[in-house]
Structure formats: structure tokens, C-alpha cells
Nanobody
Framework: QVQLVESGGGLVQPGGSLRLSCAASIAIVRLYVMGWYRQTPGKERELVANITSSDTTKYSESVKGRFTISRNNVKNMVYLQMNSLKPEDTAVYYC???????????WGQGTQVTVSS
């Protein structure tokens, strides 16, 4: 069974930065489509960014130019560098893995990101 464990969330002021990390329990990072989603209360979970096995990336319009997704195949890790954070980025962020594009097979437990002064 695959496990995804996120870390790196927390409280940050507007304009600040955070880096989220996702550790996979087995070597799927190089093979699967890895992604980050986020969810706020009362709203559906939405795609933030994903990265394919060929390093093609996709970002939501709201984070383009501010967030960067990357991965380390040797360490089985996926990262989300978040810069110029805004209060509207406040959410629970989830790591995802899927064998096919935008079909999610596994979810992490989520990590809270709060952007507030």
C-alpha cells in the first residue's frame, strides 16, 4: 500500500514563502503523476499543480508564477515551493499520486497552510 506523507505547512504572513514536502513510501514518484491539491471548508478540492513522469507541469491560474512543483526521484519526494503567499492560499494542502493523468489513486493526509498577518 502506498503512503504519502506531507509536511511543511504552517502559519506565514502574506508575501511570505513555504515549501511543502511529500514523502512516498515506495518508488512511485518517477512513474506516477504527482500533484498537490488544496481544499477549504465548504469547497471542493482543487488542483494546485501536478507533474508527470516526463516532467510536464500544470498549474492552476491562481498560483501560476508563484508556486513551483518539483520532485526528487531518488528520495521519492515531491515538493511545492510557494512564494508570494496570499490569504486566499489558506487551505489544507494534499499530496496526490495517480497512474494516469488527473486520476488519483492515492492521497496524503493533508497539511494546513494559513496565510495571515
Amino acid at each position: 500500500q502506498v503512503q504519502l506523507v506531507e509536511s511543511g505547512g504552517g502559519l506565514v504572513q502574506p508575501g511570505g514563502s513555504l515549501r511543502l514536502s511529500c514523502a512516498a513510501s515506495i518508488a512511485i514518484v518517477r512513474l506516477y503523476v504527482m500533484g498537490w491539491y488544496r481544499q477549504t471548508p465548504g469547497k471542493e478540492r482543487e488542483l494546485v499543480a501536478n507533474i508527470t513522469s516526463s516532467d510536464t507541469t500544470k498549474y492552476s491560474e491562481s498560483v501560476k508564477g508563484r508556486f513551483t512543483i518539483s520532485r526528487n526521484n531518488v528520495k521519492n519526494m515531491v515538493y511545492l515551493q510557494m512564494n508570494s503567499l496570499k490569504p486566499e492560499d489558506t487551505a489544507v494542502y494534499y499530496c496526490s499520486a495517480g497512474r494516469f493523468y488527473e486520476v488519483i489513486d492515492y492521497w496524503g493526509q493533508g497539511t494546513q497552510v494559513t496565510v495571515s498577518s
